[in-house]
């Protein structure tokens, strides 16, 4: 496990907070082709991914990669959530991530 460039937990409104920077959100697959995948982060932004997951995407993916702007990421890793996934709890989580318990995170 490599511990020298942690991945700040970052749902969509958070995600500008984070730009050159390595983050980690969770998608829900409105869309995907050879070269990004399209989704709606835990909070409801549209988000893409750029790169291609090595298997075909669930209906929730974990990101891992990049945050080139405030919507975009270049995605290094992708992990398949499957078909269900409480986005409410991760988005609770990103937020106690970013804010009061931030020094538990990074």
């Not at 669930?58 to 919507?71: H, L, M, P, R, Y």
């Not at 409410?88 to 009061?100: P, R, V």
């Amino acid at each position: 496990m490599d511990i020298s460039s942690p991945a700040a937990f970052a749902n969509g409104g958070l995600l500008r907070m984070h730009v050159g920077r390595k983050v980690r959100t969770v998608l829900q697959v409105t869309r995907s082709d050879i070269a990004s995948v399209i989704g709606k982060s835990t909070d409801g932004y549209q988000l893409v991914a750029k790169g291609s997951p090595h298997v075909p995407p669930t209906s929730f993916v974990e990101v891992i990669g990049v945050a080139e702007n405030e919507n975009t990421i270049r995605a290094e890793l992708w992990t398949n959530f499957g078909d269900t996934f409480d986005a409410s709890s991760y988005d609770q989580l990103c937020q106690l991530a970013n804010g009061e318990f931030k020094h538990l995170f990074l």
